[in-house]
């Protein structure tokens, strides 16, 4: 699937942050969709805004003004340093979405478009008001037919008079747009939007979506590190030799004294491998992960070491022995491959309760 935007679909959200736009981001990344997005597009969203906010400019040094007649001093006031941003809605975008196509319009003969107006052909009106609609319905339509695109692409604008009719309930393209899709033999099924909800509703589960799938563990790498570590801590006799693939801690040795882990280089291959809904905004995450090196130090008694220290030098993955008072401290350099499962907040962005369902070692000491 393939979603183009209108300008129009920016308006008073010029940074595309409310949660329909997150909902749309976040599907078109999880599935590896394309937004579609014309240069006319970028060029109206960039110059509207720029148009409102010189509005904006305007109207508070109007309002100092009138404050400096009502004060007898001089108010201090900089419109260039009040904090406004920057804005390129190409930028904005690129933060979001993985995948971004553009689409050019210069190669849209003029004389076409000269004569569409003539003629009133949608969506030019009678006033021959639909210049840059029309360049950007001309264009969404050569992308399709050069590229020979297939499957569905949804196409939003709330521009419904220009664009759209409305029979039996259903929202359809006009008839002009139509004959223009038939025309040019057109594969894909356009599917046409009145605004973001609309296709939203339609088109995505709000469970797996209402995150970024691909990011999410790379995000949350400083919780997933605090709750392995926790865990490690934890570990019994039979927890360690299962990890470290040796029968001597859970057949041989008393309970460990302590265990202490470091992990000092964090994520790699994340997963998520199933997504269920919690009441409330929470979700339930099945995921795996790496942790790339984990340092793993474990006390046992002095003299029990003594007495197995043959079957502990033995073990895989140790590389330093340190001997203090009456115990000694082994420590264990490991590449943690981890099965676990947490609950996440979709509306604060925050992870808790992550049970590690499974880990094992994949780092081999040579």
């Not at 995948?99 to 949608?122: G, L, M, T």
């Not at 008072?325 to 609950?343: M, Q």
């Amino acid at each position: 699937m393939k979603v183009f935007l209108d300008t129009n679909v920016f308006y008073k959200n010029w940074f595309a942050t409310n949660a329909n736009f997150k909902l749309l981001f976040y599907f078109l990344n999880n599935l590896e969709y394309e937004l579609l997005l014309s240069n006319i597009v970028i060029q109206e969203a960039n110059n509207i805004r720029q148009r409102e906010l010189n509005e904006v400019k305007s109207e508070l040094s109007r309002i100092i003004r009138k404050g400096n007649q009502l004060s007898q001093k001089s108010l201090t006031f900089d419109i260039d340093n009040f904090g406004f941003q920057s804005y390129d809605l190409t930028n904005v975008l690129k933060e979001r979405v993985d995948w971004v196509d553009r689409i050019e319009y210069d190669n849209v003969p003029h004389s076409i478009v000269v004569q569409r107006a003539i003629s009133s052909i949608k969506p030019f009106t009678n006033e021959e008001k639909g210049y840059r609609d029309t360049l950007i319905w001309l264009s969404f339509l050569d992308y399709l037919s050069s590229k020979n695109i297939e499957g569905d692409v949804a196409f939003i604008t709330n521009n419904k008079h220009d664009f759209f009719q409305l029979k039996d309930k259903t929202l359809s393209f006009n008839d002009d747009l139509l004959r223009d899709i038939a025309e040019r033999n057109i594969k894909a099924n356009i599917k046409p939007y009145l605004n973001v909800y609309d296709f939203v509703k339609e088109n995505v589960d709000k469970t797996p979506h209402s995150f970024d799938q691909r990011k999410l563990l790379e995000d949350l790498e400083d919780f997933l590190v605090s709750e392995t570590e926790c865990f490690l801590n934890a570990m019994n006799n039979d927890d360690l030799s299962e990890l470290l693939e040796t029968r001597l801690f859970s057949d041989k040795l008393t309970p460990i004294l302590e265990v202490n882990s470091d992990i000092f280089e964090g994520l790699e291959h994340t997963q998520i491998n199933s997504i269920k809904g919690l009441p409330g905004d929470s979700v339930y995450i099945e995921s795996e992960f790496e942790m790339r090196r984990v340092d793993l130090v474990v006390s046992i008694d002095s003299t029990e070491y003594k007495q197995y220290a043959d079957e502990v030098e033995a073990i895989r993955s140790l590389y330093n022995i340190e001997h203090e008072d009456n115990h000694v401290k082994l420590s264990f350099i490991l590449r943690a491959y981890i099965g676990g499962s947490f609950e996440y907040d979709t509306n604060n962005e925050a992870a808790s309760n992550l049970s590690v369902d499974y880990i094992y070692n994949k780092q081999r000491r040579e």
